[in-house]
């Protein structure tokens, strides 16, 4: 059974730009949530969905923003990127809600903002 | 405020001690509370996930213990291994409100076994 996938694994861009991640979770499983981990600031939750709607949202600006398609992949944007958003970007799959099941982490994104 | 902080913030143990990991938490009401190993450069894997009601769980060579009275969770590795080396993370699921099942997580414990 493959794991959650995350593409791409590498990035690098430049301040302003804007940049999409995509997340594949483990067939079947029905939530996708979205972390952002930095050294300093630990593993922050961005937001989660579950079933296409967005369920919960961390303390994150506007500048971050996510969807979920019917089959259950998710992206993730960052519009008008800041060097402090330079970051591995995780997401994890679920079959219910995150908080009631086991969570599925895949690999990560690493952004780096130059 | 929901918070989970763990210690000590990093741990050196030599191959085939034993240690133990402490996390304590404020996150009211909660439904489960799970730790987290991570491998630098991977995503975090899963080892044991207790609910309020539980408390102990092991697996394999980590046990995981939880006081929901006192709020602290604590987990105990036995016979450590080279392969141990890694972040450990706390992490605790919120059970009220609008932001029901929202996890909050710890800073991580880094462990770095020596030979």
């Known amino acids: 059974k493959a794991g959650v996938t995350q593409t791409p694994r590498y990035l690098i861009k430049t301040r302003g730009q804007q940049v999409t991640l995509s997340c594949s979770p483990i067939s079947g499983h029905r939530s996708v949530s979205w972390y952002q981990q930095t050294p300093g600031q630990g593993l922050q939750f961005l937001f989660e969905?579950?079933?296409?709607?967005?369920?919960n949202k961390g303390n994150f600006p506007g500048r971050f923003s996510g969807r979920q398609f019917s089959n259950s992949r998710s992206e993730m944007n960052v519009s008008t990127l800041e060097l402090g958003d330079s970051a591995l970007y995780l997401c994890?799959?679920?079959?219910?809600?995150?908080?009631?099941?086991?969570?599925?982490f895949g690999q990560g994104t690493r952004l780096t903002v130059v | 405020k929901n918070q989970v902080e763990q210690s000590p913030q990093s741990l050196i143990i030599l191959e085939g001690k034993n240690c133990t990991l402490q996390c304590n938490y404020t996150v009211s009401p909660f439904s489960n509370l799970r730790w987290y190993k991570q491998d630098t450069g991977r995503g975090p894997v899963s080892l044991t996930i207790?609910?309020?009601?539980?408390n102990t769980k092991s697996n394999g060579r980590y046990t995981a213990t939880l006081d929901a009275d006192t709020k602290q969770s604590s987990l105990h590795i036995t016979a450590s291994q080279l392969s141990d080396s890694a972040s450990y993370i706390c992490?605790?699921?919120?059970?009220?409100?609008?932001?029901?099942?929202?996890?909050?997580f710890g800073q991580g414990t880094i462990l770095t076994v020596h030979p």
């Open positions: 992490v605790v699921s919120f059970a009220g409100g609008t932001s029901y099942g929202k996890l909050t």
């Open positions: 207790m609910t309020f009601s539980e």
């Open positions: 969905y579950f079933s296409e709607t967005q369920r």
């Open positions: 994890a799959s679920s079959l219910d809600l995150m908080g009631h099941t086991e969570a599925f």
